[in-house]
């Protein structure tokens, strides 16, 4: 049904609404899409402005606010849950020189509707849809070089995705989606840069005050791993004790009841004592030391089970995520402020954590990565590199992934990676020197030796190397040693030292928003479509040299992580 209706009229657009409730009985979507553009800048305009400037305003902002009034209300009358979608544009997020009316009123369009967030509580939801150049009639009449600078006109069927998107996606609400050529979709501003304005609580403390668990029953004796001797064979140098509960908890600490934990390759390394300044004496003298090490990562999930009578953010039952050592253990006494909240002590958050954080904080700050790159991944099917290979992919970029077998490029292909090698059948050094003579501007390297020596000689000039790990030089018959290169890929990791604290929370909020928007997939190889885990089960904290051992052997896909406490996460299954 079409009606013809002048937007700046207010009779004439509630007389439009209007037929179309009498018509199907009542208003389930609808999509604000009036907008026009001036010739003639604002500040030569000699006119009054009723037919340029003050038109445009009335057609561009006016009418989207009033066709927005009489659509919610129509909705909440009918007491049902209703989408509407403002179409903003790019212009309304940057300024636009040119016709700086259309600017000011887009950027009026996407702060109207961001700011009606609150009427998700009525079951409305109002989103905002800002592209850059659709080739319609009024982009054509601009010129072609500023169409081409931004990379050439968006298809129509990316603006129909992104409107459905807003539409489908019930998290969103006085969400902006932005839609570029360059960079294809995402939502403006970031949590970074929401996180300069916001006033009230981050998003993740207040989630920690609405999800909560039932009190956790804390025993007299509970069992942990600990180093007791020196050794790069991770069982030899762990065994399993039983101690004692310490209670009260400290003033400032918190007691945590872990569920999950993570298992990384750099265990090997710190019940080695590798971590540790000082000489062997210096560091034997440290033993025993509770294991379970996640490097500069997020150890484990659990559930807060007693806090200090100091600590008054953290809630008993509360799920929270932990940045400290000693996460092979059933309890865990640490300060309160190091407790990192979350919405569930799932073991995908244990995986979103320690891989993505590694990944989505290296690739942007070391790696400084943009868009039009070619960013090569080693050992891409593991836990950090298959958010690595999303991330990149995500930002718009070649991505090249190496792997060795069928499965783990059958994941690697599902992630979307532009080309997957698999080093069973194929020669990475050969692929790279005919496909990518030029060099990858990123490389994303965690395998070390003979790979390392790879990596670096297939650097594109000005390219970043992001040594992440060295897996490969972990394991042997004395562990961890330099190579002959005297120690130049483990001088590069020993001097990612620095701890991006402040960038956690940024880049933790980024990853749960690219998740619940279904841009960032979490495979496991039984069903490739879901969270970087590795299928295989470890249950209960005896079975964590099991998992560190499987870890490296090669036949991990995806986050490796040990379940610390079955009964919980069979509730958590339940829930």
């Known amino acids: 049904m079409f009606i013809k209706c002048d937007v700046t009229n207010a009779g004439d657009l509630s007389a439009a609404f209007g037929k179309h409730v009498d018509t199907y009985g009542g208003l389930d979507i609808c999509i604000n899409c009036a907008g026009i553009a001036i010739k003639t800048l604002v500040y030569d305009d000699r006119s009054d402005g009723t037919s340029t400037w003050r038109h445009a305003v009335n057609v561009n902002l006016v009418a989207v606010i009033d066709g927005t009034r009489i659509a919610s209300q129509i909705m909440r009358s009918g007491k049902k849950p209703g989408v509407i979608i403002n179409i903003g544009s790019a212009a309304g997020l940057y300024p636009m020189n040119f016709d700086p009316i259309y600017s000011g009123t887009k950027a009026g369009v996407v702060m109207f509707t961001r700011s009606l967030a609150p009427l998700k509580r009525h079951g409305i939801r109002v989103n905002v849809l800002c592209p850059e150049f659709v080739q319609t009639n009024m982009a054509e009449q601009l010129s072609r070089r500023i169409i081409d600078v931004t990379g ?29 050529k360059r960079r294809g979709m995402e939502y403006w501003p970031t949590p970074e840069e929401q996180r300069k304005y916001m006033l009230n609580l981050p998003k993740s403390k207040r989630m920690l005050t609405q999800n909560t668990f039932s009190t956790v029953q804390t025993p007299e004796f509970y069992e942990k791993i600990v180093v007791h001797t020196l050794s790069h064979n991770f069982r030899d140098a762990t065994r399993l004790e039983r101690v004692r509960l310490r209670l009260p908890v400290e003033p400032h600490n918190a007691l945590v009841k872990i569920i999950y934990a993570g298992v990384n390759a750099s265990d090997v390394n710190f019940s080695a004592g590798r971590y540790f300044s000082g000489g062997a004496k210096e560091t034997a003298a440290r033993l025993p030391l509770d294991a379970g090490f996640e490097v500069m990562d997020v150890l484990a ?32 006494q640490v300060p309160a402020k190091h407790l990192l909240p979350v919405p569930r002590p799932d073991p995908e958050v244990v995986a979103m954590l320690t891989s993505g954080l590694t990944a989505s904080i290296a690739l942007e700050k070391a790696g400084q990565m943009a868009s039009g790159q070619v960013v090569l991944v080693t050992a891409a099917a593991g836990g950090t590199g298959q958010f690595a290979v999303q991330l990149a992919k995500l930002a718009g970029n070649k991505v090249v992934a190496t792997c060795g077998g069928k499965s783990k490029a059958a994941v690697l292909s599902s992630l979307g990676v532009d080309r997957v090698i698999n080093y069973q059948n194929e020669k990475i050094k050969d692929v790279l020197k005919k ?16 790979m390392f020596d790879l990596c670096l000689n297939a650097l594109a000039v000005h390219g970043r190397l992001i040594v992440i790990g060295m897996i490969s030089q972990y394991q042997g018959e004395h562990g961890w040693k330099p190579r002959n290169y005297t120690g130049l890929c483990d001088k590069i990791l020993a001097k990612s030292q620095t701890v991006y604290a402040h960038l956690w929370q940024d880049h933790l909020d980024k990853l749960f928003d690219l998740y619940a928007s279904g841009k960032l997939k979490l495979c496991m190889t039984r ?17 964590a040299p099991d998992a560190v051992e499987y870890l490296h052997s090669g036949k991990s896909v995806g986050k490796v992580v040990v379940c610390i406490d079955p009964s919980y996460s069979q509730t958590l299954a339940k829930l």
Request: with cysteine; hydrophobic share 40%.
């Open 527 to 543: 069903c490739i479509q879901q969270v970087s885990l590795d299928p295989k089960k470890f249950v209960g904290v005896a079975s």
């Open 301 to 332: 999930v659990g559930i807060v089970a007693s806090v200090g009578d100091s600590v008054n953010h953290i809630k008993v039952g509360s799920p929270v995520a932990l940045m400290t050592f000693g996460a092979y253990s059933e309890f865990t």
């Open 435 to 450: 496909e990518f003579p030029r060099g990858a501007d990123i490389i994303y390297e965690s395998v070390g030796g003979e």
């Open 152 to 180: 050439g006109y968006i298809k129509m069927e990316d603006i129909v995705n992104g409107t459905f998107e807003l539409i489908k996606d019930e998290s969103k609400a006085g969400a902006c989606l932005w839609i570029t």
